[in-house]
């Protein structure tokens, strides 16, 4: 018989416990010895020197890696350096920034309210948030000084276009599109990272009156549909954006080190964003966003890429999967 394997590297378990019926209880994950579980510890050795030798050949600064099966945790250890400029070593505890994993966080959210049937998929967005009735398409654009001409789109954004990139939407500073990222820089959109203080609401009702890239439903572009149903989940819930998860996923899953901005008990324990130098790892310098953003206070925003994570030892068999 063939045995199945999980292994899990930088492990982020993110399972939907909802409170609708039934509710089934998160499974914990305890530390047991592979063989209890049916797993051969000497071929589990064998990750050590996959890790070392990536470390020491300096492809990597370092990784925690973690294997699970049946509930119980079979291997755990952490290599390298967390920040090699202070020589801190990294630590199976220390928190990682998640990035676009966080989609599926913002995607499970949706998908809690949409089970307690506060909307429909195919709903259009403007029903929840009007800015976004009438939707325009961009049809000219000069470069000079970003203006640029529209037209009327063919029908209106809905939250499963959002969901699924297909909205029409652009992704400003990060994004693809020369054209987009300079009508939203120059509106003044907040993307990915904030480190001024403007709310979730502000930013994506500013973004509801900007021309679409193509007509919703038409196509895949990478975009801000993810956060713009964090602001719909702030309107649906009735709680900030960031309450609603630690409330609703984030305690639930005893999942206590993700956070948008890391509490200043657990700052010291982040992982620090590092590149390659000269033969060293080196802190990555401030570019369009500050690498230290979890740790900065004041932000109101919540930009789907701005979670840390710790994997959490909690588990549940209820998985949202939204595609």
Known sequence: MKKHYSILLLLFALIACTETSPVQKPLTLTEGSPESVGMSAARLARIDSLFNNAVSKDNIPGAVALVARNGKIVYYKAFGMADNQISRKLKRDDIFRIASQSKAITSTAVMILWEEGKFKLDDPISKYIPEFKNPQVLKTFDPKDSSYTSVPAVGEITIRQLMDHTSGLGYGIIGGDERIRKIYQKAGIVDAFCSRDVTIGDNIKKLAKLPLLFNPG??????????????????????????????????????????FYLPESKASRLVSVQKPDNGK????????????????????????????????KRLCNIFADVS
């Open 218 to 259: 038409e196509k895949f572009n990478y975009c801000e549909g993810l956060d713009v149903l964090g602001y719909f989940i702030e309107i649906e819930s009735g709680m900030p954006f960031d309450v609603f998860l630690r409330t609703r996923l984030f305690d639930p899953l005893g999942m206590n080190d993700t956070w």
């Open 281 to 312: 790892w080196v802190r990555y310098p401030v570019t369009f966003y500050d690498p230290d953003y979890p740790i900065k206070r004041g932000q109101k925003v919540f930009p789907r890429r701005s979670w840390s994570l710790k994997y959490s």
